[in-house]
């Protein structure tokens, strides 16, 4: 079992950052990719990014790309989503997601079945 803790949400101005940070426990976290979703009010979760176990891959929403870095530090078990120039469009509560291995479940890392695990989620909020 995998445990996922996100943190760093918040409220932040039009054009702000955040940096997202989800903590895992329970296996060796360089085994498995990770990834990050997120889902407003009234709409369907969406991927946002994904980065392979050792980090050497790293994928992104059409919607984010050039805005937002995901990164991970496998000796703190912890990976990251850095949020620049932030749109209120990118107001949601932002889900942290793991697989079971070191491969995209179906072999796809932009859908929710890809993964295995989730965390409770943080809320992001852009004021316009």
């Known amino acids: 079992q995998v445990q996922l803790v996100e943190s760093g949400g918040g409220l932040v101005q039009a054009g702000g950052s955040l940096r997202l940070s989800c903590a895992a426990s329970g296996r060796t976290f360089s085994n498995y990719n990770m990834g990050w979703f997120r889902q407003a009010p009234g709409k369907e979760r969406e991927f946002v990014s994904a980065i392979t176990w050792s980090g050497g891959a790293t994928y992104y929403a059409d919607s984010v790309k050039g805005r937002f870095t995901t990164s991970r530090d496998n000796s703190k078990n912890t990976v990251y989503l850095q949020m620049n120039s932030l749109k209120p469009e990118d107001t949601a509560v932002y889900y942290c997601?793991?697989?079971?291995?070191?491969?995209?479940?179906?072999?796809?890392?932009?859908?929710?079945?890809?993964?295995?695990?989730w965390g409770q989620g943080t809320q992001v909020t852009v004021s316009s």
């Open positions: 997601a793991a697989t079971s291995g070191r491969s995209w479940t179906g072999g796809v890392y932009d859908r929710r079945q890809a993964y295995n695990y």
